[in-house]
């Protein structure tokens, strides 16, 4: 009875150690796996401000910041190739259908989501991540801006953004040509789910918020 209860007691404590060891080792990969990740976060947001040089990021202080390093020669003429083609395939000629009207301002969303995403989106469902300024700039200089700035935030996983395009007010005849050009664009791109004018707290009609679709997992 004695020799049966030792072993028995001996056969846990085994096992406990065995749990207690895979947990640390858990533990340790978890570890490297996020070191791992904020390596490659910070390799990737080298080339996103290189890529889009009139991005204003917001800060985020919650990221880990590791020591800087050289980056990689960077990919001029796959860049300018990509941009003729972005330049091709956003057309200013695109119809208004896609316009919605909710609460008096015009906002879109992709067929098939449902019709409280605009709202969730001007309420600030989800946090702003990074902006574009297209003041000063030239139609087809922002048309170009616009597509690189959509692409470098899909890649950096990028969920919520928001453009400025302005009001127009300091344009010939005071009209605001980016504002309806930015909108006939985003609706254009497939990465694009939903946009909506901000509200009068956070830029109002000289802002647009756009909602990007998630990165695509392997099944």
Request: glycine letters at 8%; charged letters at 35%.
């Amino acid at each position: 009875m004695g020799k049966s209860s030792s072993s028995s007691g001996l056969s846990g404590l085994k096992a406990l150690q065995r749990e207690l060891q895979e947990q640390r080792l858990a533990a340790e990969a978890a570890e490297r796996e996020a070191r791992r990740r904020a390596e490659e976060a910070r390799r990737a947001a080298v080339e996103f401000r290189a890529l889009v040089g009139g991005v204003v990021p917001l800060k985020d202080t919650g990221r880990v910041d590791p020591s800087p390093v050289a980056p990689a020669p960077l990919p001029y003429k796959r860049w300018e190739d990509e941009s003729e083609v972005l330049r091709e395939s956003i057309s200013d000629d695109y119809g208004a259908d896609w316009l919605i009207d909710t609460d008096d301002t015009l906002s879109y969303r992709r067929t098939g989501l449902g019709q409280d995403i605009v709202r969730k989106l001007r309420r600030g469902q989800w946090t702003v991540q990074a902006q574009l300024d297209l003041h000063g700039h030239r139609v087809e200089e922002a048309r170009e801006a616009l597509g690189e700035f959509l692409r470098a935030c899909v890649k950096q996983e990028m969920r919520c953004v928001r453009i400025i395009h302005g009001k127009g007010l300091g344009s010939k005849n005071r009209t605001p040509i980016l504002k309806e050009k930015v909108r006939r664009w985003l609706v254009q791109k497939e990465e694009v789910l939903a946009f909506v004018e901000a509200r009068a707290n956070d830029g109002g009609s000289g802002v647009v918020l756009v909602l990007l679709r998630g990165p695509d997992r392997p099944a």
